[in-house]
Nanobody
Framework: QVQLVESGGGLVQPGGSLRLSCAASGRIFSINVMGWYRQAPGKQRDLVATITSGRSTNYADSVKGRFTISRDNAKNTVYLQMNSLKPDDTAVYYC???????????????WGQGTQVTVSS
């Protein structure tokens, strides 16, 4: 089994910062891409940012310059530093990993349970 466990969500005022973490554990051979997605009430789940094992990054236009994704390959952990938060950033944030459980497997996506981020005064 593979588990992705997120932490770091909460309530923050506009302009504030939060740092999300997501640790992958279990039967993992290698992780290719790790990323963050978010889903606001009544909306679809959207990409926030992704990072490859070689640390190439990709960001949604709405978060460029405010959010930074990073990862620790030794710990199978991905982080999302969120600065200058806006009310529009309010959503449930989900961690995703594209990984191999063994050298003979195909790559599969795994999701965390989600962590709530609320930006409000």
């Amino acid at each position: 089994q593979v588990q992705l466990v997120e932490s770091g969500g909460g309530l923050v005022q506009p302009g504030g910062s939060l740092r999300l973490s997501c640790a992958a554990s279990g039967r993992i051979f290698s992780i290719n891409v790790m990323g963050w997605y978010r889903q606001a009430p009544g909306k679809q789940r959207d990409l926030v940012a992704t990072i490859t094992s070689g640390r190439s990054t990709n960001y949604a236009d709405s978060v460029k310059g405010r959010f930074t994704i990073s990862r620790d390959n030794a710990k199978n952990t991905v982080y999302l530093q969120m600065n200058s938060l806006k009310p529009d950033d309010t959503a449930v944030y989900y961690c995703n990993a594209l990984l191999l459980r063994s050298s003979s497997d195909d790559y599969s996506h795994y999701w965390g349970q989600g962590t709530q981020v609320t930006v409000s005064s």
